[in-house]
């Protein structure tokens, strides 16, 4: 195992000791760094989600921004503003940045904010640039916004459009943990609680990573061989989305309306090699597909109103895939 593999997996386990019973939202945020992705956690309240994203920053040497997205907010609020400023009696415009100019960005309640306030987002998830003026700012090599929405509360909310959802490269459900999580999170709340002795504090200070090792991993993940069985087998996911007919067998015909833009065969050939690499494997084989399919494909999918009506989930449309398109 290099150092990048060793500082990565220090990160996985560093967060997975902060967030009891969610591995898989661990994993995801992991894969989201090392593709240089943006990923949106959906969850109820109090499963986590906001936990998992400072854990996560603060397992490195990386500048956090918080934005606490509001029906008030503002794009300059997160973008930031030229602010009129006298230097030397002289009257001049200085730009002062907003939260989003940090290497981890949380949206917090990302769909409580209008559209005009997300749309600020879409330059700097897409570009990893944002212009404010006549001026484009470049944002930092390792950025990633990271966002939160609440599934069921929708009363005062602003739900994201199908361009912002597609950008982000993975959407992750965050649900309630089990019995035996439930009472791990009880404890290590508990042990949080109590005042920290020397020896604690000088743990916690050794256990951050420097962000390099993670620009060290991504330049690794363009090592990881692809077959042409396992691309073909990404596009076929893909492709059976936008054309369920292929598939007469198969429900999906009914059950879609629109299908995975090309984002998702990106998405999917990333997240896949990423997740091979996680296994200190240096090629893809299908189960790396399987494994991050759900999280890659489910928000990119527009279901039919028969769908709804029958009760079916993305997760459902994505078993089905699973199930239908077959390898080679």
Known sequence: MDKAQHAVNQIYQTVSQSVIGQQHVVKALVIGLLTNGHVLLEGLPGTAKTRSIKALANAMNASFGRIQFTPDLLPSDVTGTEVYQEVN????????????????VLADE??????????????????????????????????MVLATQNPIEQEGTY??????????LMKVTVDYPDDEAELAIIRLVRSEEAPATDEQATQ??????????????????????????????????????RDPERYPNSALSTWLTAGASPRASIALDRCAR???????????????????????????LILSYDAIAEGITARDVVNELLNTVVIG
Not at 89 to 104: A, E, M
Not at 159 to 168: G, S
């Open 159 to 168: 739900p994201l459009p199908e361009a912002q959802m597609d950008r982000f």
């Open 110 to 143: 990302i769909n409580r904010a209008p559209a005009k306030v997300q749309a600020a987002l879409l330059e700097a998830m897409a570009e990893g640039t944002l212009t404010v003026g006549d001026v484009t700012h470049q944002l930092p090599e390792l950025f």
């Open 274 to 300: 990423a997740h091979a690499w996680l296994e200190s494997r240096d090629f893809v084989d299908p189960d790396d597909v399987r494994a991050i399919a759900h999280e890659v494909l489910g928000h990119r």
């Open 89 to 104: 009696g002289k009257p001049s415009l200085t730009f002062q940045p907003g939260p989003v100019f940090n290497s981890i």
């Open 204 to 241: 916690e200070d050794t256990v951050t990573v420097d962000p390099t090792y993670i620009l060290e991993g991504r330049a690794a993940l363009q090592q990881i061989h692809v077959s042409e069985v396992i691309e073909r087998y990404i596009v076929g996911l893909v492709m059976a989305t």
